[in-house]
């Protein structure tokens, strides 16, 4: 038995060493391959920052903490993580031998007619290699399924970021271009004035109006943006469609400035999809030595044992002459031929490549993804101090243009275009001030930011 022993060790130490995990090796710089200007290079956990609280909006910082608590993916995501949690309690109790309880009759000549028994049966059956590779399997799965929960958080505090810098943005928008429309429609106003006195054509009253139905046209588009955003907002936090009441308007929200970033591998060690990825490797990698195990030998121990009457009656055994069963089992169970075992490794060796590069894409679309959000924010901000440079120059040739209309130098008509080109440009200052800010938010999730904030106040309550 002895030998028997330490042939099967032997052997699960070589098929053990057949499934060893192997981390693909891909190369990462140290450095990012564009610049942000805005991104400075921090010591700070990202992860636990709350970077959305720098906006000083007391709405979204309501928001993001009821999507936390209350959004349903984010509720599924903890429902797998206890799943997983189950499953590998019941893998680790598999170490602890099961126990029946048998109460009844039995008229088996076997056990020479027992009649009435109450018997006490252990079982313990187990491959100690498969057990190893399913707790460790299990365990990784349960890693995979906390990092999933935080690649949620960190999506629903992106989602309700947006939106709501989009109703905000929205809201703004409509106040825009209900003043555009009053404007152009006083010019037209004068313009039809001058075509009933003789002065002009018909010509420009038509054009004018073509653009008050244009912009009418903007406004309905406008309107179901904010319905849009407004339910995406309470749908996020887990509320049916209704309505929302904002505690400050869109010109007071502000970007906070720089924001704290790392170098990329620190980015890609606090990235939750990098890490669910890794983890989903680990798991088929030992799902390869799980379909091995099936080549090794399986103990199995038995015993049955406890008080019967020995009489072949109904009667209960006598406390004075008990007669007592006692059977028992030690066997070790040699597959000897068991080709389909071979097809599982196959298949496990097949699922673990499929893992192998889902790793290294979800580790470059992070590279490619954090770069992009890094280029754009750039962008996206030069091109805001660009928008806001242009509007204080017209904002200062408005001025001056009412100044000579009050001096009669001007005329009214000169002054009313003045104030148009003002309204256009305030409206595209509106959307790329919005750009801005969802570039900064999509920043911000790249580089990992934010999701273990609610963890860690949970964890100082």
């Known amino acids: 038995m002895k030998s028997i022993i330490n042939i099967f060790l032997l052997i699960s130490i070589v098929l053990l060493g057949c499934s060893s995990y192997q981390k693909p090796d891909v190369t990462v710089n140290n450095r990012w391959s564009v610049s942000d200007r805005n991104l400075i290079l921090s010591e700070s956990n990202l992860p636990y920052l709350a970077w959305w609280q720098g906006f000083n909006d007391p709405l979204l910082n309501q928001l993001i903490e009821s999507g936390m608590v209350n959004n349903n993916t984010l509720n599924m995501s903890r429902g797998h993580i206890e799943a997983a949690a189950g499953e590998l309690k019941k893998i680790q109790f598999q170490w602890i031998p099961d126990i029946n309880v048998l109460l009844g009759y039995s008229n088996n000549p076997a056990t020479g007619f027992p009649g009435l028994l109450a018997l006490l049966a252990p079982n313990y059956t187990l491959n100690v290699f498969s057990q190893i590779k399913q707790q460790k399997r299990a365990e990784y799965e349960l890693a995979a399924a906390k990092a999933e929960d935080d690649s949620v ?14 109703y905000q943005a929205e809201l703004e928008h409509k106040e825009l271009l209900q003043t555009l429309v009053e404007d152009i429609n006083q010019l037209a106003k004068i313009a039809n004035k001058l075509y009933a006195g003789g002065l002009s054509s018909v010509i420009n009253f038509e054009e004018l109006q073509s653009q008050v139905n244009l912009i009418q046209g903007e406004q309905e588009i406008v309107e179901q943006n904010l319905v849009v955003s407004r339910n995406a907002l309470r749908y996020l936090i887990n509320q049916n469609p209704g309505t929302l009441t904002p505690l400050r308007n869109f010109t007071q929200i502000n970007n906070p400035g720089l924001i704290p970033g790392a170098l990329p591998l620190t980015v890609l060690e606090n990235r939750p999809d990098l890490q669910l990825a890794e983890n989903e490797l680990h798991a088929s990698n030992e799902g390869i030595g799980l379909a091995t195990s099936q080549l090794l030998p399986t103990l199995q121990l038995d015993f049955i044992g406890g008080p019967v009457a020995g009489n072949n009656s109904y009667h209960f055994p006598n406390p004075i002459t008990t007669n007592v069963v006692d059977f028992n089992d030690e066997l070790l169970k040699i597959p000897a031929f068991k080709m389909s075992t071979f097809g599982e490794i196959a298949k496990a060796k097949g699922l673990n490549k499929v893992s192998y590069y889902n790793y290294v894409d979800v580790l470059q679309k992070a590279l490619r993804d954090t770069t992009n959000a890094l280029s754009a924010n750039t962008r996206l901000n030069n091109k805001l101090q660009q928008t806001t440079t242009a509007t204080q120059h017209l ?54 930011g934010g999701y273990k904030v609610v963890e860690s106040s949970n964890q100082l309550k």
């Not at 009050?406 to 509106?430: E, Y």
């Open 153 to 166: 958080k960190l999506t629903i505090i992106s989602q309700i970021s947006a939106s709501y810098f989009t």
């Open 395 to 448: 904002s200062k040739a408005y001025a001056l243009n009412q100044a000579l209309y009050r001096q009669g130098i001007l005329s009214v008509l000169d002054t009313l275009h003045s104030k148009i080109a003002l309204d256009r440009i305030h409206i595209a200052l509106n959307q790329d001030k919005l750009q801005q800010l969802l570039t900064v938010v999509k920043l911000y999730q790249e580089l990992a």
